[in-house]
T-cell receptor, first 112, second 114 residues
Framework: GQSLEQPSEVTAVEGAIVQINCTYQ??????LSWYQQHDGGAPTFLSY????GLEETGRFSSFLSRSDSYGYLLLQELQMKDSASYFC?????????????FGAGTRLAVHP | ETGVTQTPRHLVMGMTNKKSLKCEQHLGHNAMYWYKQSAKKPLELMFVYNFKEQTENNSVPSRFSPECPNSSHLFLHLHTLQPEDSALYLC?????????????FGPGTRLTVT
């Protein structure tokens, strides 16, 4: 079946660096996305890795290793506003269209 | 502002009620999606519309009925729901369902079935 595994919770302090891992088992895999969702808010797109390696966007970076079926989201210089849930998602092309398979989400709590 | 709006934001309904959820996207996209989000579970894809045509019904019970009158509007009609249907229902859109994989989500409707 299609599944993405990620830790349920991570805690860190302001200014620190945190890494949220995602391992996947999907057929037809061709990339990994990350979404952020604040409590009561909409999931918002953060990044997409279509190729192995590191993609950097400001304080956030995302990494993919296809050989290890593994990716991670790296958040640097953590701020209180980064407290949210983070979801990895893999697009799957099926029946002539794309659909996203999501992990269950990692809840990040940033403390002073 | 994500460009995708949903109404109502909160809904409490009895098991015998009929209600509808509404989603509207202002992004000029051609694909729209309904997801169910339950606590500590992955987002579950329910329905996909691509250019107003339904391309996915992910084994969703018939008490959920989608409607897509045009590329900007999506409805989810609800009737005779069960308490386990209580969840956050999210609408999303993308350029189309065969191209880029970035989806834009609305804030969701928090549904409670009593």
């Amino acid at each position: 079946g299609q599944s993405l595994e990620q830790p349920s919770e991570v805690t860190a302090v302001e200014g620190a660096i945190v890494q949220i891992n995602c391992t996947y088992q999907t057929s037809g895999f061709y990339g990994l996305s990350w979404y952020q969702q604040h409590d009561g808010g909409a999931p918002t797109f953060l990044s997409y890795n279509g190729l192995d390696g590191l993609e950097e966007t400001g304080r956030f970076s995302s990494f993919l290793s296809r050989s290890d079926s593994y990716g991670y989201l790296l958040l640097q210089e953590l701020q209180m506003k980064d407290s949210a849930s983070y979801f990895c998602a893999a697009p799957m092309f099926s029946g002539g269209y794309n659909k996203l398979i999501f992990g269950a989400g990692t809840r990040l709590a940033v403390h002073p | 502002e994500t460009g995708v709006t949903q109404t109502p934001r909160h809904l409490v309904m009895g098991m015998t009620n009929k209600k509808s959820l509404k989603c509207e996207q202002h992004l000029g996209h051609n694909a729209m999606y309904w997801y169910k989000q339950s606590a500590k579970k992955p987002l579950e894809l329910m329905f996909v519309y691509n250019f107003k045509e339904q391309t996915e019904n992910n084994s969703v019970p018939s008490r959920f009925s989608p409607e897509c009158p045009n590329s900007s509007h999506l409805f989810l009609h609800l009737h005779t729901l069960q308490p386990e249907d209580s969840a956050l229902y999210l609408c999303a859109s993308s350029q189309d369902a065969t191209g880029p994989i970035e989806q834009y989500f609305g804030p969701g409707t928090r549904l409670t079935v009593t």
